[in-house]
C-alpha cells in the first residue's frame, strides 16, 4: 500500500515557504494544546480502565469496529498496539495497514485541524517502514519515499517530531546533504514546539557557529539548558546533558549566566522546570 503520488505533491512548496520564511531563531511558539494522538491514548487509557467485565478481546473488538467505520483515532491506537504487540499478538504488517490508511485517508486534511497530529505520526510511521522496508508487508526498501512521508509529516503538517528528523537528513550526505544551514532551520521549528532534542541540537550548532552558522553562545546555551529540563527522566536526557555540559565547560561566565536568565524567562512557555 503506497500513498498517492499525487497527495505528496504539495510537499515542494511547502518547503520552499518554510525555508525562505521568518528568521529561524525566533522564541515565538508555545506549546500546542492537547493533540489528538492525546484523545487517542486517553481512549485506550479509559479502556483499559473500565473493568466492570469488559475483557481485552472486547475492547480490541471496541477499537477495530471504530477503526473500520473510519475513526483515525480507533485507527492509530491499533497500529500502535500492533506495532508494539501490547495487548494484541504483535504483527506490524497489520501496524502499517493501519498507519498506511489514516495517511492515505487524511493526507490533505487540514494542517491545524483536529486529527492533524494523528496524520502527521502516521506519515512519520509509514517513512520508518519504507526507510527499512517491511517484507511481511510487501513493503521494499524505498528511502527516497521516506524522506518524502517525512517531509510531507513535517512541513504541510508541521510535526515537530518529523522536523527534527529533517533537521538530521541536512546533516547527512547520504539523505538530504549535508547543509548545516538547513538542518538548523529545521531544528529550529521543532525547537520552538518544545522538541528537546531538536533544542539540544539546535543549541550546539548555534554554540559552535557549525557550517556556515554564525555563533551565538548565548542562544545556544539557553537551547541546551531547555533543553536538559525537559528531557529529565527520558531516554534523550543523557546525550543532551553531555552537549550541555561539554558547551557549557568552554563557555564564559558572562554567557553562561546570560543564557541560564534566558532559559528561566521562557521555560514556561515550554513547560520545563
Not at 473493568?51 to 483515532?73: C, F, K, N, R, Y
Not at 505520526?121 to 517502514?129: I, R
Request: with cysteine.
Amino acid at each position: 500500500m503506497r500513498i498517492s503520488r499525487g497527495a505528496l505533491a504539495l510537499v515542494s512548496v511547502s518547503v520552499v515557504a518554510l525555508l525562505c520564511g521568518a528568521p529561524a531563531f525566533a522564541q515565538d511558539n508555545l506549546l500546542a494544546p492537547p493533540t489528538a494522538a492525546d484523545a487517542a491514548q486517553a481512549m485506550a487509557s479509559a479502556m483499559d480502565g473500565a473493568g466492570g467485565g469488559i475483557s481485552s478481546t472486547e475492547q480490541v473488538a471496541a477499537l477495530q469496529d471504530a477503526a473500520a467505520a473510519g475513526d483515525p483515532m480507533a485507527q492509530w491506537q491499533l497500529g500502535l498496539m500492533y506495532e508494539a504487540g501490547e495487548g494484541v499478538t504483535q504483527d506490524k504488517a497489520k501496524a502499517f495497514g493501519y498507519f498506511a490508511e489514516i495517511a492515505d485517508q487524511h493526507a490533505d486534511s487540514a494542517p491545524r485541524g483536529t486529527e492533524a497530529d494523528i496524520v502527521a505520526h502516521s506519515f512519520v510511521k509509514m517513512g520508518d517502514y519504507y526507510k527499512d522496508g517491511l517484507p511481511e508487508a510487501g513493503i521494499a526498501k524505498d528511502e527516497s519515499y521516506s524522506l518524502k512521508l517525512l517531509l510531507h509529516a513535517a512541513s504541510y503538517f508541521g510535526d515537530a517530531d518529523a522536523q527534527y528528523r529533517v533537521g538530521e537528513a541536512y546533516l547527512d550526505a547520504n539523505a538530504l546533504g549535508d547543509n548545516p544551514v538547513q538542518s538548523a532551520r529545521w531544528f529550529s521549528l521543532a525547537a520552538r514546539k518544545g522538541h528537546a532534542p531538536a533544542q539540544a541540537k539546535l543549541g550546539d550548532m548555534l554554540f559552535n557557529g557549525e557550517g556556515g552558522l554564525k555563533s551565538n553562545p548565548v542562544e545556544g546555551l539557553m537551547w541546551l539548558t531547555l533543553a536538559s529540563r525537559l528531557s529529565i527522566g527520558t531516554t534523550d536526557a543523557d546525550w543532551i546533558n553531555d552537549l550541555l555540559n561539554a558547551d557549557m565547560s568552554i563557555a564564559n561566565p558572562d554567557d553562561r549566566k546570560q543564557a541560564v536568565s534566558v532559559a528561566d524567562q521562557v521555560a514556561s512557555q515550554f513547560g520545563a522546570p
